[in-house]
């Protein structure tokens, strides 16, 4: 540093600065000062993009536009009863099978056709039929179902089978030895399938059977914070006593409780209720985490450490249940609305991402946040659908973006008072239903893989922000996301984790909810698309069956029709493709299993009653 400055002895100090008492060390050090400053601002433009505060301009106007293609026939030329015609013919050719070869067991294997128990043993496929039974009008296989239901004893369960069961083994019943059973499935499937029946047919005999399931449940909240084990002696009440749980399983259960409180007048459903919301609605968990933590702890009532963040499995009915917990009883929780808004607004800013090549929208996991997976699961493809339901029902008020929200994603958060929620959640639900349906379009079987891995790409906010400071030219990022075949050789964005088709309904949902929100008539068209689908690669002589590779048509099949099949996916594409508004959005609410429940108001005894603020 000597030699540096012994060069500068020879200049002479202008006489300006020596009245301005300005040395030669002071210009030295402002040269260099100012050299570091023009280099932080040349070689770290990360930095300073993630950091500087952007005066705000007002909000961006979002043009999504009409999805992609077009339809190729003029709706008024489609047969669409024919079509849901259809469905209802695929309804009964699997239901019938079922009957036939596997009750009264849980699920049919379709391939070797006889009957497996997954669940409780108690002919779960049955109860979680009974509701598009009513909606299809299938009158005569209603009626064969509610004897069953009525001599159904809650306190038993089947002896599950050994890995080594053959065909035709028999499996009794052992009242002495009943199994745990898991309260998630037994809750969103039998108890949820039951009172969406009795609502749709008033057949009170399913709301005494759904009042006596709930009893033979109840031990599971018998835990430090009442919230629910994962799985319950129907017999003895006595709970699991596995202290690890999921988003999923503690916190679906809301619909199905509420309503049955409503219907039966008992305050203790509605308490079961009351005391794990008010655990996931402490305001420090959306501080901390900006949206509801994935995994949980039964003994302590806290969230795991993990940070772990998804909407996808093991999380995903959790936050679904705060949108529409909200909406069955009237719109009073302001709270679950206001977890609802800022859960999507973190995903929105942190957990969704655009593909590098093709401009896929997809949502992924992280953990902590900063860490994504980049994997994109199937069961994630409701989150459009909610995100469309939540903008049709939702007021006005709901989306008041006046002040920028608390998101664990920091300034990347600050980007979303730029444009209208109300917009901007549409705008996502769309781009995300176009990705989930090219997940099946890219395969040769027309049906979609369980899970796939993305090769990265950038965060959506991140991809909104350049293309709202470039000029807003076009359609926003991650909407109209090119074809595999619009790729330069090819080269997809994507590979495949795992390339089963599970029968599962999340895609078909995304596109009812989609056509019914937007009246866009290509998600009806891409429904059909998938249908055909069904029917060439999955239909059996006896029903429907999962696919091992989505990849390679007529490889042979899992053996497997889970009875969600029946109960969502084949329900939801009859809904598609009716004319007739069977389940209006304004007076019913879905559960997770697609079980409507009729939207009430509590009187004012009720409030008083169960304590609703």
């Given amino acids: 540093m000597a030699s540096f400055t012994s ?27 100012f050299a570091f400053v023009l280099a932080l601002y040349n070689f770290l433009p990360a930095f300073s993009h ?145 009172l969406s029946a009795y609502a749709l047919s008033h057949e009170f005999i399913l709301l005494k059977r759904a009042d006596d399931l709930a009893t033979k449940l109840s031990g599971v909240f018998d835990t430090p914070h009442g919230m629910p084990a994962y799985s319950v002696n129907p017999l003895t009440g006595q709970p699991s006593n596995r202290t690890h749980t999921i988003l999923a399983e503690m916190a679906t259960f809301q619909l199905e409780y509420l309503y049955l409180a409503r219907m039966t007048g008992k305050k203790e459903h509605h308490d079961r209720v ?21 995994e949980w702890n039964v003994t302590t009532g806290q969230p795991e450490i993990t940070g772990h963040l998804s909407v996808g499995a093991n999380a995903d009915s959790g936050h679904e249940y705060l949108l529409k917990s909200y909406l069955l009883s009237g719109k009073v929780d302001k709270i679950n609305l206001e977890l609802y808004v800022q859960t999507v607004n973190t995903v929105l800013s942190s957990l969704l991402y655009v593909s590098p090549r093709r401009g896929l929208l997809y949502v992924t996991d992280a953990a902590p946040i900063n860490n994504a997976t980049h994997q994109f699961e199937h069961l994630s493809c409701f989150f459009p659908g909610l995100l469309a339901l939540g903008v049709h029902t939702l007021p006005d008020a709901a989306f008041d973006n006046e002040s920028s929200p608390k998101a664990v994603s920091g300034n990347d958060a600050d980007e979303l008072k ?173 559960n997770t299993e697609a079980h409507p429940l009729p939207i009430f108001n509590w009187s004012s005894w009720e409030h008083k009653k169960f304590g609703i603020a």
């Fill in 418 to 590: 730029y444009y209208d929620w109300k917009e901007l959640h549409l705008l996502a639900a769309q781009g995300l239903a176009e990705s989930c349906y090219q997940m099946y379009e890219d395969e040769p079987t027309g049906l979609g893989p369980d899970v796939v891995l993305f090769d990265g790409g950038e965060l959506w906010i991140r991809e909104l922000k350049k293309w709202r400071q470039g000029g807003m030219e076009g359609t926003p990022p991650g909407i109209h996301a090119k074809k595999m075949t619009e790729v330069r050789h090819g080269v997809d964005d994507y590979g495949l984790l795992s390339q089963r088709y599970l029968l599962r309904p999340e895609t078909v949902e995304s596109m009812f909810l989609m056509w019914k929100v937007t009246g866009d008539v290509v998600w009806r068209e891409r429904g059909w698309r998938i249908f055909q689908a069904l029917e060439k690669e999955a239909k059996t002589s006896t029903g429907y069956s999962s696919l091992y590779d989505v990849t390679n048509p007529g490889y042979p099949l899992m053996n497997d029709m889970p009875s969600y099949f029946l109960a969502e996916t084949l329900k939801y594409l009859y809904l598609l493709f009716n004319d007739k508004d069977l389940v209006p959005l304004d007076r019913w609410v879905f």
């Fill in 274 to 294: 009351t005391k794990v919301m008010d655990i996931i609605k402490h305001k420090t968990l959306v501080d901390t985490y900006g949206m509801l933590p994935t």
């Fill in 50 to 194: 993630a950091y500087h505060n952007e005066p705000f301009t007002g909000k961006v106007p979002l043009r999504p536009g009409k999805s992609q293609p077009p339809p190729t026939v003029p709706e008024d030329m489609i047969d669409w009863s024919g079509r849901a015609n259809e469905v209802k013919k695929a309804f009964r050719h699997a239901y019938y099978g079922y009957e036939v070869y596997a009750a009264p067991m849980d699920n049919l294997r379709p391939v070797s056709n006889d009957g497996i128990q997954e669940i409780d043993g108690w002919g779960v496929t049955l109860y979680d039929s009974l509701s598009t039974m009513l909606l299809m009008e299938l009158h005569d296989e209603f009626a064969r179902a509610l004897p069953v239901i009525e001599q159904q004893d809650f306190s038993k369960t089947l002896i599950f089978p050994p890995k080594t069961q053959e065909p035709g083994d028999h499996i009794a019943f052992d009242a002495h030895k009943a199994q745990f059973i898991p309260f998630f499935e037994t809750v969103i499937r039998y108890l949820g399938g039951l």
């Fill in 7 to 33: 060069k500068f002895q020879s200049f002479s100090t202008p006489n300006t600065l020596r009245r301005l008492q300005i040395s030669r060390r002071h210009v030295i050090y402002g040269v260099v000062s």
